[in-house]
């Protein structure tokens, strides 16, 4: 398993931007496909985004598409996540996961997760 930590989190205001990091040790993500999720208070937790091994296909949840952006750079071992046009409803634990090869966007099929870190949109 590869051990992922994020960091970017914070209190922003509606309509703010942020950039998410996921740090990775223990071995090269070269070969994992990489998703974003969050979990808001009382809620499960929900697929954002993924992208996969290379990071030349990328998926996101309606919720979020044309607002956020998912890359990756393997040569730095670290995915991001920029989140643009934050809305209270985003407001949640974010976390990055790793899984080997196929990309998936439900949770359960992810191995590998960071401790998350708290995104909180005020109005």
């Known amino acids: 398993q590869v051990q992922l930590v994020e960091s970017g989190g914070g209190l922003v205001q509606a309509g703010g931007s942020l950039r998410l990091s996921c740090a990775a040790s223990g071995r090269t993500i070269s070969g994992y496909a990489m998703g974003w999720f969050r979990q808001a208070p009382g809620k499960e937790r929900e697929f954002v985004a993924a992208?996969?091994?290379?990071?030349?296909?990328?998926y996101y949840a309606d919720s979020v598409k044309g607002r956020f952006t998912i890359s990756r750079d393997n040569a730095k071992n670290t995915m991001y996540l920029q989140m643009n046009s934050l809305k209270p409803e985003d407001t949640a634990v974010y976390f990055c996961?790793?899984?080997?090869?196929?990309?998936?966007?439900?949770?359960?099929?992810?191995?590998?997760w960071g401790q998350g870190t708290q995104v909180t949109v005020s109005s």
């Open positions: 992208i996969n091994w290379g990071g030349g296909t990328t």
């Open positions: 996961a790793a899984r080997y090869w196929a990309v998936r966007t439900t949770p359960v099929d992810y191995d590998s």
